[in-house]
């Protein structure tokens, strides 16, 4: 079992000191996997015994256990990630920076995709599927992500309410809010304090909840009920997003699949009604079977992954 499903399985039994040790792994696991326990303990600021207690809490053995498992797990992603690295250090013109952005876009959609277990994604689906109202929240940057998962939940008929502060108190929204319904929360360092206290006031309500967060550990997913973490490190002032937005576009995707017929007869009415507004500019082409097409060829794997 991977790392960080093992930490999302645990979360509720582990310590601030052991959470601090695992935020560093995380952040710099190409140096912590070949620490022994008592550097690392002096890294994360804590204790050796904490260190030890930690891969005990998280099911190994004991501290060189857990490390050879971190030490296997870092070897997988080792090669591609290296490569992308070695080609990012030197930006000399416009053109080597539109590289490196690039690149490290790339290199926070591939570290994504090595965190994030199938299981959890799964039961985000599922969630979102069968949740009777979802609630979204992604504030500040965070807010594009949050637009798309929202806009495009009620495209496919779901009862999705973006959270917007000033527009209509938060909290008036979220009265009533019981287990048949979703929250959804989105936020990266530096954490919004808004986002934590709604995933904390529907955790505490008894609402299902769920977090797209840089982190296992982050203060989002201690209300969770799964989390996807998500890299967005850039060397810029700006966050990258691009990884968010690729989680609520395969979050979207497989819930159109769940019922296609359904989502096909959405696309279809939404086309008329587009046709007759003459919303678009005239095309020869035929959306509606292209998107048909598209979905169905997704389905064989969806299948195959359940």
């Given at each position: 079992?991977?790392?960080s499903a093992?930490i999302s399985e645990?979360?509720?039994k582990?310590?601030a000191?052991?959470?601090?040790v695992l935020k560093y792994?995380?952040?710099?696991n190409?140096?912590?996997?070949?620490?022994?326990?008592?550097k690392?303990s002096k890294?994360?600021?804590?204790?050796?015994a904490?260190?030890v207690r930690l891969a005990?809490?998280?099911?190994?053995?004991?501290y060189s256990?857990?490390?050879?498992h971190?030490?296997e797990?870092?070897q997988?992603?080792l090669s591609?990630?290296?490569r992308?690295e070695k080609?990012?250090?030197?930006?000399?013109?416009?053109?080597?920076?539109?590289k490196k952005?690039?690149?490290?876009d790339?290199?926070?959609?591939?570290?994504?995709?090595?965190?994030i277990?199938p299981e959890?994604?799964?039961?985000?689906v599922?969630?979102?599927?069968?949740?009777?109202?979802?609630?979204?929240a992604?504030?500040r940057?965070s807010h594009?992500?949050a637009i798309?998962l929202g806009?495009?939940?009620?495209?496919l008929?779901?009862?999705?309410?973006?959270?917007?502060?000033?527009?209509g108190d938060v909290?008036?929204?979220?009265?009533?809010?019981?287990?048949e319904?979703l929250?959804?929360?989105?936020?990266?360092?530096r954490y919004?304090?808004?986002?934590?206290?709604i995933?904390?006031?529907?955790h505490?309500?008894?609402a299902?909840?769920g977090?797209i967060t840089?982190s296992?550990?982050s203060?989002?997913?201690e209300?969770a009920?799964w989390?996807?973490?998500v890299y967005?490190r850039?060397?810029?002032?700006?966050e990258?997003?691009?990884a968010?937005?690729?989680?609520?576009?395969?979050l979207l995707?497989?819930?159109?699949?769940?019922n296609?017929d359904e989502?096909l007869?959405?696309l279809?009415?939404k086309?008329?009604?587009w046709?007759?507004?003459?919303i678009?500019?005239?095309s020869?082409?035929?959306?509606?079977?292209?998107k048909?097409?598209?979905?169905?060829?997704?389905?064989?794997?969806?299948?195959?992954?359940?």
């Amino acid at each position: 079992m991977k790392i960080s499903a093992l930490i999302s399985e645990k979360q509720s039994k582990l310590t601030a000191g052991q959470k601090r040790v695992l935020k560093y792994i995380l952040e710099n696991n190409d140096e912590a996997v070949f620490m022994t326990a008592t550097k690392l303990s002096k890294k994360a600021g804590v204790g050796e015994a904490t260190v030890v207690r930690l891969a005990q809490v998280l099911g190994f053995q004991g501290y060189s256990d857990m490390q050879r498992h971190l030490r296997e797990e870092f070897q997988d992603r080792l090669s591609t990630v290296t490569r992308l690295e070695k080609s990012i250090k030197d930006v000399r013109n416009d053109g080597d920076l539109l590289k490196k952005i690039i690149q490290q876009d790339i290199q926070n959609l591939t570290r994504t995709l090595n965190e994030i277990s199938p299981e959890t994604f799964q039961k985000a689906v599922k969630d979102i599927t069968e949740s009777r109202t979802i609630y979204v929240a992604g504030l500040r940057g965070s807010h594009a992500p949050a637009i798309i998962l929202g806009l495009y939940l009620n495209f496919l008929k779901k009862d999705a309410r973006l959270l917007v502060p000033g527009y209509g108190d938060v909290w008036n929204v979220l009265f009533g809010l019981g287990p048949e319904d979703l929250v959804i929360g989105i936020s990266f360092p530096r954490y919004t304090r808004l986002t934590v206290e709604i995933l904390e006031y529907a955790h505490n309500h008894g609402a299902k909840v769920g977090a797209i967060t840089d982190s296992l550990i982050s203060p989002l997913a201690e209300y969770a009920d799964w989390v996807l973490p998500v890299y967005s490190r850039m060397d810029s002032f700006v966050e990258s997003f691009t990884a968010s937005i690729s989680i609520a576009n395969a979050l979207l995707t497989a819930v159109s699949i769940r019922n296609l017929d359904e989502t096909l007869e959405i696309l279809q009415e939404k086309e008329s009604i587009w046709k007759d507004k003459k919303i678009y500019v005239p095309s020869t082409t035929t959306d509606i079977q292209q998107k048909k097409r598209n979905l169905e060829r997704m389905i064989p794997s969806i299948s195959n992954s359940n």
